[in-house]
């Protein structure tokens, strides 16, 4: 019989810990979920604050950018058009890029993921 109330104690003790093990490994990704939700929010003011002051700075700098070029090109239109047309350029610069801004993208939320 006391085979059988040992294994049985064996047993207990391995359930008991099963159970604390499943209950602070679920606190473990709790937390780590919430750091993660945390970061991503973090990174996302940020970036909204940043990118809209940026937007506003590059607002003031077209407008200044054609009002020299009209006056450069004796007319108000085509300094708008020539500065419009390096915005398309632009465009298709990154357009052509972004394969590589999504891998350099990607590689960095990895780590911060991943870390």
Do not use: H, R, W
Request: some cysteine.
């Amino acid at each position: 019989m006391s085979i059988l109330n040992s294994i049985d104690k064996t047993v207990n003790e391995a359930t008991e810990t099963g159970k604390q093990y499943i209950e602070v490994s679920k606190k473990y990704y709790k937390l780590k979920v919430f750091q993660q939700l945390a970061t991503l929010s973090s990174y996302v003011v940020k970036t909204v604050i940043f990118g809209g002051l940026l937007l506003l700075a590059f607002l003031f700098m077209s407008i200044a950018a054609a009002i020299a070029l009209g006056d450069l090109f004796n007319s108000m239109p085509l300094g708008y058009l020539a500065v419009g047309f390096i915005f398309i350029l632009l465009c298709l610069l990154v357009y052509v890029k972004i394969a590589y801004i999504e891998k350099v993208l990607i590689k960095n939320i990895s780590k911060t993921y991943f870390d």
